[in-house]
Every structure is written in C-alpha cells, then in structure tokens.
C-alpha cells in the first residue's frame, strides 16, 4: 500500500513562529503537493513539485514555501505563521503515467492551529 | 484555469443510486476529470479517472459528454458508508509547469437508513 506519511496530526503555533510541515512518501512517485483545506472552500492547492528541488506554484502560494530535496520529502514553510494560515494541510503524492499525472494519495493531514 | 461546480450537498437512501454533477465549463483540451472521496479526519481517496465518455470501476461509474463540460459520477446502491464529501477535479498533466489541479469544493453525500 502506498503510505504518505505527515509528521504531526495536529499543531499549535504563535503568531510569526517559523513552522515546518513534513510529508514522506514511500512509493517513490516524483510528485508531490500541499494543499489547505477549510470549510466551505475544499481543497486548495499550495505548491507542487514534480521533481526533486522542482516546484511550481498552486493557487494560493503566498505565505509558503517549500523544499524538496530528496524524492520521498516534500515540506512546507511558513516562514512567520499568521492567524489566518490556520487550517488542516493534506501533503499528497502521484506518478506518471505517460505524461500525465494520475491518482494522487493524500497524508490524514496535519491541523494547524496559530494563535 | 478550470473552474468546477459542484451542489453542496445532497441527501440519499440506503441502495439508491446517486449521481452527482460537476461543471467544468472551461475545461481544456488536455485534461482529466478526477473524482475524490473523504470522509471526517482524513485525505481525500481516489475513486475514478476520465477523459471521455464513459469509464466504470468496481466502486463508481463516470460519465463524460461529448462537449465534456461537465462530468457525472454515479454511486450504484449507495450504503450508510458512502456518507462523505465528493470532489471534483479537473486537470492536466505536470510535464514540467503544465497546470495547476483545481478541486471543486465539494459535494456532502449523506446516506440515510
């Protein structure tokens, strides 16, 4: 079975705190993605990476980065937490085939909470 | 960018068929249409993948029209475990910076006894 692991289920920050999400994957798919999810707004994504030290913009980039060094770890940088960057974070990962990506696995997600 | 519409929610009974729609009006030449299932506290699961027409799978079947502006998922028999959000996605491949994935924002089955 494919296994997209995230290094914390839940997490407590203080405002502008620097915070590191961790996801692992063990499948050896070259990508892989961050997305927020909150009510009422599904999933939305932060950045992908198809390769290692690749990545791409999603549709809500600002406030994160990312870092992608080795192929199974993707993590996610806030680089000063803000109140509102609250919210579960879904680390996922996929293959090609072909030239298109397929079926992503997604991580249980890690809830952040900045207060 | 594809942008997907999905009704909110919907209400069914144990061993009814469902079917939910997803609009993709701006859909593009080169992408898929994904459909995901989650359930409270986890990641969002595969269910089935399309281009055209019709593709069936042990768990659901998806229906796309010629024009392929939107897409219809169809649960046979649903059971009180299907209760969960269904996302629609519509996307191409990441060849390089081909695209970005945009989910829709779901849709809240609710299966009834």
């Known amino acids: 079975d494919v296994k997209v692991t995230q290094s914390s289920r839940y997490l407590v920050k203080r405002t502008g705190e620097k915070v590191f999400l961790e996801c692992v994957q063990d499948m050896d798919h070259e990508n892989m993605f961050w997305y927020r999810q909150d009510p009422g707004l599904g999933l939305r994504l932060i950045y992908f990476s198809y390769d290692v030290k690749m990545k791409e913009k999603g549709d809500i980039p600002e406030g994160y980065s990312v870092s992608r060094e080795k192929k199974e770890r993707f993590s996610l940088i806030l680089e000063s937490a803000s109140t509102n960057q609250t919210s579960m974070y879904l680390c996922a990962s996929s293959t090609f085939i072909g030239q298109r990506s397929y079926e992503q696995y997604f991580g249980p997600g890690t809830r952040l909470t900045v207060t | 960018l594809a942008k997907t519409t999905q009704p909110i929610s919907m209400d069914s009974y144990e061993g009814q068929e469902v079917n939910i729609t997803c609009s993709h009006n701006?859909?593009?030449?080169?992408?898929?249409i994904t459909w995901y299932q989650q359930f409270p506290s986890q990641g969002p699961r595969f269910i089935i993948q399309g281009y055209k027409t019709k593709v069936t799978n042990e768990v659901a079947s998806l229906f796309i029209p010629a024009d392929r502006k939107s897409s219809t998922l169809s649960l046979p028999r649903v059971s009180l475990s299907d209760t969960a959000v269904y996302y629609c996605?519509?996307?191409?491949?990441?060849?390089?910076?081909?695209?970005?994935?945009?989910f829709g924002k779901g849709t809240k089955l609710s299966v009834k006894p």
């Open positions: 701006n859909i593009a030449t080169n992408d898929y």
């Open positions: 996605l519509v996307g191409e491949g990441y060849g390089g910076s081909q695209g970005n994935l945009i």
